[in-house]
Nanobody, 122 residues
């Protein structure tokens, strides 16, 4: 019944931008920490970013710090990931997550979306 649906992925050239969206349903959105993870081809899933409550309550992986911005709109039950200055190494399936308790570890997430593919060409 709980559903997280990512959108906004696609093909972009290096240096370009994309904005991912995660629409949540079936849960009390404001009660959950929202996050983004990614899994590149042949690699393990890794943490990207999380937002706990407000715009100032965020955390980013070093690999995306300064380039990506996570946000949320509780009225719309939606989380976002604005990705700027994209690099080929950002190519991955990006997954939205939701967790009642804050964590940087994917094993602690309560719910997952099915992912959206981001491909960054050189």
């Amino acid at each position: 019944q709980v559903q997280l649906v990512e959108s906004g992925g696609g093909l972009v050239q290096a240096g370009g931008s994309l904005r991912l969206s995660c629409a949540a349903s079936g849960l009390t959105f404001s009660s959950y920490v929202m996050g983004w993870f990614r899994q590149a081809p042949g690699k393990e899933r890794e943490f990207v970013s999380t937002i706990i409550w407000s715009e100032s309550t965020t955390y980013y992986a070093d690999s995306v710090k300064g380039r990506f911005t996570i946000s949320r709109d509780n009225a719309k039950n939606t989380a976002y990931l604005q990705m700027n200055s994209l690099k080929p190494e950002d190519t991955a399936v990006y997954y939205c997550s939701a967790s009642r308790h804050w964590s940087l570890y994917d094993s602690n997430m309560d719910y997952w979306g099915k992912g959206t593919l981001v491909t960054v060409s050189a």
